[in-house]
């Protein structure tokens, strides 16, 4: 079993910036994909905003393309969420999650078996 715990969200203004923080284990970091995920209030989660894999591929998102980065640090076992030019809709509790991909090289999301608790972020003015 893979620990994540998520943490950094908050309360920021429109065009502000917040980095989240994942904390796990070396096995993790090593043996999996990391994956950001997001949950809007009142809707489903959405799909992978950023995943960073073991070979160091990473993937953003459109919707976050230019504004969002994904980041290992093996020394503290963290992987960050660096959030840029924040928008009210990207409020929502984001979640890290690990996983296997089994054909591709970014997992799909039912391929991220492990999950953190969230973190809440809100973008208000």
């Known amino acids: 079993q893979v620990q994540l715990v998520e943490s950094g969200g908050g309360l920021v203004h429109p065009g502000g910036s917040l980095r989240l923080s994942c904390a796990t284990s070396?096995?993790?970091?090593?043996?999996?994909?990391i994956g950001w995920f997001r949950q809007a209030p009142g809707k489903a989660r959405e799909g992978a905003l950023c995943?960073?894999?073991?070979?160091?591929?990473?993937y953003i998102a459109d919707s976050v393309k230019g504004r969002f980065t994904i980041s290992k640090d093996y020394t503290k076992n963290m992987v960050y969420l660096q959030m840029n030019n924040l928008k009210p809709e990207d409020t929502g509790i984001y979640y890290c999650?690990?996983?296997?991909?089994?054909?591709?090289?970014?997992?799909?999301?039912?391929?991220?078996?492990?999950w953190g608790q969230g973190t809440q972020v809100t973008v208000s003015s």
């Open positions: 999650a690990a996983g296997h991909s089994a054909h591709a090289i970014f997992p799909l999301t039912e391929e991220f078996t492990n």
């Open positions: 070396r096995v993790a970091l090593d043996d999996y994909a």
């Open positions: 995943i960073t894999t073991t070979e160091g591929s990473t």
